[in-house]
């Protein structure tokens, strides 16, 4: 089992920043696909970011590019999501995952075998 637990998360006005960590144990995550999924209310959850097991292949939701950056360190057994231009739409539940699958990422949910608890960020306008 890999338990994972996010930190990070909270209020910030619109235009601002948060860091949100996601710290590991259990496994490593050396071997693991990462990636960041967000749930605002009334709407499903949708993937935010992902990162291969090396961290050579990134991949941003269309909403998100150029405002957010996943990035992990394997040596430390955590991954992270810095966001920064912050809208009030980003406003959810942010969740870290990791998968199994052997690919460099994956960004479908069903394919990710962890989860952590979520962070709630919240932005306002």
């Known amino acids: 089992q890999v338990h994972l637990v996010e930190s990070g998360g909270g209020l910030v006005q619109a235009g601002g920043s948060l860091r949100l960590s996601c710290a590991a144990s259990g496994r490593t995550l050396s071997g693991l696909a990462m990636g960041w999924f967000r749930q605002a209310p009334g709407k499903e959850r949708e993937v935010v970011a992902a990162?291969?097991?090396?961290?050579?292949?990134?991949y941003y939701a269309d909403s998100v590019k150029g405002r957010f950056t996943i990035s992990r360190d394997n040596f430390k057994n955590t991954a992270s999501l810095h966001m920064n231009s912050l809208k009030p739409e980003d406003t959810a539940v942010y969740y870290c995952?990791?998968?199994?699958?052997?690919?460099?990422?994956?960004?479908?949910?069903?394919?990710?075998?962890?989860w952590g608890q979520g962070s709630q960020v919240t932005v306002s306008s």
């Open positions: 990162i291969s097991r090396g961290a050579g292949y990134t």
């Open positions: 995952a990791a998968s199994t699958t052997p690919a460099n990422y994956v960004v479908d949910s069903g394919k990710y075998d962890y």
